[in-house]
């Protein structure tokens, strides 16, 4: 009996020692850096009520990350890249409350976006000319100060993470996209007068 649970004992620790932890290699994530890949149009400080807050998003899907030609669909086999990000309205000084709008609000130029706590945006492939394309504009509807930020669903403050939407089979791409006009805390700041 002693021999049989020592047997069943080294088995297990065996198991046991050889699992894998790390959920990124589990789930087949990769994460890679290729900056400017979304952009926030018109880049002001300053906008008027009734004007829209435009991001963009209109990146091929052969890029090139630290000198490697990648291929993102061929990569990935997803169809769409997702994005969240945030818009607070300055209530006083220490508080800032998230701007909701209805989806039928938002001006979906490409792509589709949903809006709630955060929007979350989707970039769609185009196959006629090999682009993943998001263009939606956000309406800014009372005056006030106002700050955008991507980190709701990201580990960066200076950049927004664009997760691809990959069959269950296939490598999860995160890409990890710099952004202009961010600031150290990780916020876009604006006006709308």
């Known amino acids: 009996m002693k021999k ?19 959920d990124d290699g589990f789930y087949n ?5 290729i900056p400017n890949l ?10 008027t009520v009734g004007e829209k807050l435009y991001l963009n998003a209109d990146f091929s ?5 630290n000198g490697t030609p990648l291929d993102l669909f061929k990569t990935t086999k997803a169809s769409e890249f997702a994005f969240s990000y945030v818009i607070e309205k300055q209530i006083d000084a220490n508080t800032w409350e998230v701007v909701y709008v209805d989806n039928n609000l938002l001006d979906v130029v490409k792509g589709t976006a949903l809006n709630g706590s955060y929007v979350y945006g989707l970039c769609h ?4 000319d090999n682009t993943y394309e ?14 955008l930020s991507f980190g709701y669903n990201s580990d960066s403050n200076t950049s927004v993470e664009l997760r691809s939407e990959s069959p269950a089979t296939q490598l999860i791409l995160n890409i990890n996209s ?5 600031d ?10």
């Open 134 to 147: 998001y263009r939606v504009g956000f309406p800014l509807s009372t005056s006030g100060t106002y700050r």
């Open 61 to 65: 899907r052969y890029q090139n990350e």
């Open 184 to 193: 150290g805390s990780g916020y876009y700041h604006f006006t709308v007068n």
């Open 4 to 22: 049989t649970l020592y047997i069943f004992s080294l088995v297990l620790a065996t198991v046991l020692s050889s699992c894998d932890t790390n």
């Open 125 to 128: 492939l185009n196959t006629v």
């Open 29 to 33: 994530n990769v994460f890679v850096d």
């Open 38 to 47: 979304v952009t926030i149009e018109p880049h002001s400080t300053t906008y």
């Open 178 to 182: 710099l952004v202009s006009g961010i």
